[in-house]
């Protein structure tokens, strides 16, 4: 049986990168792997209630001797581990810059190891710094939980309420729903998220008092089913992530990929979002969503989308067929082929 060793120095925020590591440990206990994840306590339980995903069978450990293994998988902080395993993948979550890729330790690495990334945007950052010509191969989304029920005019926010590393500008979504308010009769806007790693209680106060008198929902901390069901009923997926950032300069403040967004597409929701970072390669403007640039460019699209239900019932469904390139299915055909 095959050996393979998985490290990842972030279970403890148990977002979407570890969705990414686990749906991998999956794939490889599906092929027959023997698998040992290096962290400090079993997390099972954690990764099944938060993403459904079992992982049962695995083993917890200390790290080892790398020759031990067939494969070593390594989800980066910005390092390079020094592996003596048959095949290292290497995995980065985020587009780092100016952090040393280009030693000499790391580019007689970067020869021999495999780099996997989450987006083109993430490459483009990931193959400049360690001279590579690494893999994308999208997160996995599980586009057939999430179905479009009747749908209620709602706007829906998905995301962390953590700034820990991108700015995700739910501030500017509540007051650009305040002065949209009157033109949006009956309408609602939810935000949702959880309060994990990062949160700071004064944002979400700040959110809070912002809302008051108005139709703004904010949801913390929502069961799994609880989320299906704000997806399924929502009509349009707004984010402001890293609006007013310069990609170019702080790539990591700006969505790296935009898990969110495909979950609420699976869903119907349309999308409008920032054109910034991997959102985009998820939304194809005028196609299955928008992108905007400003917020009066936001308010412009919505009032739009909002006023022609033709065009929204035309996007919605072109947002449910687009969000299948993003599928967990076609996530575990790239990663074998990778194997």
């Known amino acids: 049986m095959k050996k393979a060793a998985v490290h990842n120095p972030y ?86 810059a100016n952090i040393g890729g280009k030693q000499v330790k790391n580019l007689i690495k970067s020869r021999v190891y495999v780099f996997v990334v989450n987006s083109l945007f993430t490459k483009k950052f990931i193959d400049k710094e360690f001279m590579v010509n690494s893999q994308v191969v999208y997160p996995p989304i599980d586009v057939d939980n999430y179905t479009s029920a009747k749908k209620t005019n709602s706007i829906l926010y998905v995301g962390r309420f953590s700034q820990l590393t991108q700015q995700k500008g739910q501030l500017y979504l509540v007051e650009t729903f305040i002065k949209l308010e009157q033109m949006l009769k009956g309408w609602q806007l939810m935000l949702v998220g959880n309060t994990d790693v990062g949160t700071k209680p004064e944002d979400l106060t700040t959110m809070a008092q912002a809302a008051v008198g108005h139709r703004i929902e904010i949801v913390t901390n929502p069961s799994r089913q609880k989320l299906l069901e704000l997806y399924a009923q929502a009509k349009i997926f707004w984010s402001a992530s890293g609006y007013g950032i310069d990609e170019e300069k702080e790539p990591l403040k700006v969505e790296h990929f935009g898990i969110t967004v495909v979950e609420g597409m699976a869903a119907g929701c349309v999308p409008v979002v920032t054109a910034l970072g991997g959102h985009k390669e998820i939304v194809a403007e005028g196609e299955n969503g928008y992108l905007w640039h400003s917020l009066n460019e936001m308010i412009d699209k919505t009032v739009h989308l909002v006023n022609d239900y033709q065009l929204w019932k035309k996007l919605s469904l072109a947002a449910i067929t687009s969000s299948r390139k993003f599928s967990t299915e076609e996530f575990r055909v790239k990663f074998k082929s990778l194997l």
């Open 11 to 96: 279970w403890d925020s148990m977002g979407g990168g570890e969705k990414y590591t686990a749906t991998f440990i999956r794939l490889l206990m599906d092929e027959g792997w023997d698998v040992e994840v290096w962290w400090k306590e079993d997390i099972c339980a954690k990764l099944k209630e938060r993403f459904g995903i079992d992982i049962v069978g695995v083993s917890f450990t200390k790290p080892k001797s790398s020759a031990e293994y067939d494969l070593m998988f390594w989800v980066s902080d910005g390092s390079l581990p020094t592996s003596l395993a048959k095949k290292t993948l290497i995995h980065f979550q985020f587009p780092f």
